[in-house]
């Protein structure tokens, strides 16, 4: 105990700065991780860009510093990602660094320890070795993924990427259980530039003094194994962050519908099916439809997070027929957002249909409730096929988004044997994932090590 307090002590007036991406799935995941420095006793300093910043009235105890992106109001709300990320990474480098210049040397702050950057803001590598400040990254997604990604231009050379549609059902050999239809794909205008901002995530985070992963290692092993050979820096896969507090909607750039809660209240255990594609990915009105038929037709509640924009060229709900709900009787609840953390605990929960983004993959697993996958692009096809032929604790949604295969995925899952086997698998993933975050977990001595490791950084 004594001793613990002195360390604490000694952190005092140790300065952590943390960099996010302006994106959802990115925000959620470093202000979890500076609340979970900050109980270590850091103190928190956030660097955000005015695009999507996070609201600094939720975090009392942290310093934010807002720059600007530069970004015009077409490139902020462009749907091209890589373009955005191209962009960001080049209209932040000035910016950034004026802002670091200034906290290093602002006399009246705590001696800052390190950066903590989002892994795909790369161009943080050569701003703090300028600086000669440590950097340490945090990857947002999983770690078998990144794999993935490391090996691109292995996958390149061999002929697997640029992918070409006659190889889809190809095996990927280097890299069981793929198939070339999983590997990461983007639809974007520049292809290239997606290749550029692998290579940049993946040779900058090499560069860093560690990353950190919002992983365990029981779910991840093998890539860890892997990583660990391939990357000569430490690893620290401390997750799942959003189960270190239950503080957990602090950082949504948009309104939580808590009528998910109540409408949730009233329905039967585990019959619920939540569908609900993250903050990125986008429908064409076909497939809403299907989706919206699909759901109608399975015969099980459902909740539907419909987020103005999934539905491109429309603003809201204007493509479903009019009356769609009202002939349900209630069976079905749309909203814009929902608290995705609180959905997923809920005992009327029965089944997540998820875009497999890597916080909604890990969220469902924490919480025991078993994935219809529908990847949209990047990292999510990756993740989802880990969930359905690895840890067995979904059904991917096969031969595209028709209202026949929907139903049908829900009721194998929901009601028929085998759907019994996949809760019973992620029930024990569950029980896992708990016990890594439990003292003497190896999510807990990861974290202790990190702690240690950052205490030891000179700048
Ligand atoms: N989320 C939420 N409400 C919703 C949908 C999503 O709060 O209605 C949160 C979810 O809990 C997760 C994040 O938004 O933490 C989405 O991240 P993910 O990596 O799953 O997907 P992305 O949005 O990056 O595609």
Redesign the pocket.
């Given at each position: 105990e004594k001793q613990i307090g002195t360390q604490m002590e000694q952190r005092k007036g140790r300065r952590l700065v943390l960099f996010p991406l302006p994106?959802?799935?990115h925000i959620?995941p470093m202000l979890q991780l500076a609340g979970i420095l900050h109980s270590k006793g850091f103190s928190i300093t956030i660097i955000h860009t005015n695009f999507n910043s996070p609201n600094p009235s939720h975090y009392p105890n942290f310093t934010f510093h807002s720059i600007p992106d530069g970004l015009s109001e077409t490139e902020a709300s462009a749907s091209d990602l890589v373009l955005l990320l191209k962009l960001l990474n080049a209209k932040c480098v000035d910016p950034f660094s004026d802002c670091l210049v200034k906290l290093l040397s602002d006399a009246s702050e705590d001696l800052i320890s390190c950066l903590i950057s989002d892994a795909i803001f790369y161009f943080t590598r050569a701003v703090a070795d300028t600086l000669k400040l440590p950097r340490i990254v945090l990857r947002t997604g999983g770690v078998s993924s990144f794999v993935v990604f490391a090996a691109f231009p292995l996958l390149r050379d061999r002929g697997y990427l640029p992918i070409q549609d006659s190889q889809l059902e190809k095996r990927v050999e280097e890299l069981p259980p793929l198939k070339v239809k999983d590997l990461p794909v983007v639809n974007t205008d520049d292809p290239e530039a997606f290749y550029e901002i692998v290579a940049g995530l993946v040779n900058e985070t090499k560069a860093s003094s560690g990353v950190i992963w919002n992983s365990y290692e029981d779910l991840e092993q093998s890539a860890l194994v892997t990583l660990r050979q391939e990357f000569p820096i430490p690893i620290f896969p401390i997750g799942s962050f959003h189960k270190y507090s239950s503080a957990s909607s602090s950082s949504?750039l948009l309104t939580?519908d808590q009528s998910s809660i109540s409408w949730l209240d009233n329905q039967a255990p585990k019959s619920v099916i939540y569908a609900?594609f993250?903050?990125?990915?986008a429908l064409n009105e076909a497939e809403f439809l299907e989706i919206a038929w699909g759901l109608a037709n399975s015969k099980q509640p459902f909740l539907w997070?419909v987020r103005p924009g999934l539905v491109r060229g429309s603003e809201w709900l204007e493509p479903l027929p009019s009356g769609f709900l009202e002939t349900l009787n209630g069976r079905g609840h749309i909203i814009k957002?929902?608290?995705?953390?609180d959905v997923l605990a809920h005992p009327a929960l029965g089944a997540f249909w998820t875009?497999n983004?890597?916080?909604?993959t890990l969220?469902s697993i924490c919480e025991g409730v078993p994935m219809i996958c529908m990847p949209c692009f990047g990292d999510q096809k990756v993740n989802s096929k880990y969930v359905s032929h690895v840890w067995k604790v979904g059904l991917q949604l096969e031969s595209g988004v028709k209202r026949e295969a929907i139903e049908k995925t829900i009721r194998r899952l929901m009601v028929e044997k085998e759907g019994e086997e996949i809760r019973d698998r992620i029930s024990e993933l569950k029980e896992k994932a708990n016990l890594c975050l439990q003292q003497g977990g190896t999510s807990r001595e990861s974290l202790d090590s990190l702690v240690t490791h950052i205490s030891k950084l000179e700048s």
């Open positions: 994106l959802q799935g959620n949504s939580q609900s993250g903050s990125i990915a997070v957002w929902a608290p995705q953390q875009h983004g890597w916080n909604s969220e």
